[in-house]
């Protein structure tokens, strides 16, 4: 066992500690409401991928943010109407505004944001759910009611 060194110290006694930092948990519903009012001069933009994006859970944090965010958010729709039709340094442009809006699960983890597990939902699903039988469930489904009668 030589060459394994000194056991670890205590936490109470460490000089540097690793604290968990706590993620910002996001609305399985998404953000209700409508959204924000366009912010940009430019009349030309897609109301249902604006609309979409603020019903998101990602939305929520973005509202938090304030007015900046809106801002960002509406550069990314003209931006990725312009990728959708090839212009190639536009698609780059709504990789790098994807990251920093949180929209793909790589950059909501860097964000340390998580979407909170919607408890009505699975509250719901667990009720309609059918129950596992039991051993005696289980035996009298064996029989046939038909042949039980006689």
Do not use: F
Request: proline share 11%; charged share 25%; net charge positive.
């Amino acid at each position: 066992m030589s060459g394994m060194g000194p056991p670890p110290k205590p936490a109470s006694q460490r000089r540097r500690t690793n604290p968990t930092i706590a993620m910002t948990r996001l609305p399985a519903e998404g953000r209700q409401g409508d959204p924000p009012r366009w912010p940009l001069t430019d009349a030309g933009y897609d109301s249902e991928v604006w609309a979409e994006l603020w019903s998101t859970p990602q939305a929520a944090a973005w509202e938090r943010l304030g007015v900046g965010c809106v801002r960002i958010v509406a550069r990314y729709v003209v931006l990725l109407a312009e990728a959708d039709v090839g212009e190639p340094k536009a698609a780059a442009e709504v990789r790098q505004i994807e990251d920093r809006l949180g929209l793909s699960p790589q950059a909501m983890l860097r964000l340390r944001w998580e979407i909170a597990p919607d408890e009505l939902a699975e509250a719901r699903e667990q009720r309609s759910a059918p129950k596992p039988k039991t051993s005696v469930q289980r035996r009298m489904h064996l029989v046939d009611p038909a042949a039980a009668g006689q």
